[in-house]
């Protein structure tokens, strides 16, 4: 088992509470910017989870989604709200870390972090589809898979722009 020193569960927590303040600036971004896809957000908040994802282990990356999904769906929906954001963020982590240790080298920051958003819009469908006992939502996957392919790109361009400055100011290395 890990063991958790308390230096990474300071991080940690900085983490988690920086993916809150821009989950919330995502609800906002997407109540000012008139986008017809009900549901849609960019998805700010995964710049922390791609960071995790690149820099922490799997199961201190699942804790920190876990805490975000769980704290904002608390003033932002209740119980569907968590389980929906849960099964995308909890598919987008699992799929982001295969990704990169199948496929190592063959593919960039950004390819991660598109078949993140892909996986993360993918669990949240299915999510719906259960939760609604309705497969017809099924044919809302194919826009949000090409509303995917710009948001993961934008998320993982940021990240691959930002990360290195960040790691070097904590002192991370990127995870192997």
């Known amino acids: 088992m890990e063991r958790i020193k308390a230096y990474d569960i300071a991080i940690l927590a900085i983490l988690t509470t920086l993916a809150l303040v821009l989950s919330l600036f995502d609800n906002m971004l997407s109540l000012l910017i008139p986008i017809p896809l009900p549901g849609f957000k960019i998805g700010v908040a995964n710049l922390v989870t791609l960071f995790l994802v690149m820099y922490f282990s799997l199961p201190k990356a699942l804790c920190v989604v876990f805490l975000r999904c769980f704290i904002s769906s608390m003033y932002s929906g209740g ?4 389980l929906i954001s849960l099964s995308g963020g909890i598919l987008s982590v699992l799929a982001m870390y295969f990704i990169k240790y199948v496929l190592k080298e063959n593919v960039s920051q950004i390819g991660i972090s598109i078949f993140g958003a892909a996986c993360h819009n993918l669990g949240q469908v299915i999510m719906v589809i ?5 497969p017809s939502y099924i044919f809302y996957l194919p ?3 090409i509303v995917s392919l710009v948001t993961g790109f934008v998320i ?3 990240g691959l722009h930002t990360y290195p400055r960040i790691a070097k100011f904590t002192k991370l290395k990127l995870s192997k």
């Open 79 to 82: 119980v569907t709200v968590f």
């Open 143 to 145: 826009i949000l898979l």
């Open 130 to 134: 259960l939760l609604l006992m309705s």
């Open 156 to 158: 993982g361009f940021v």
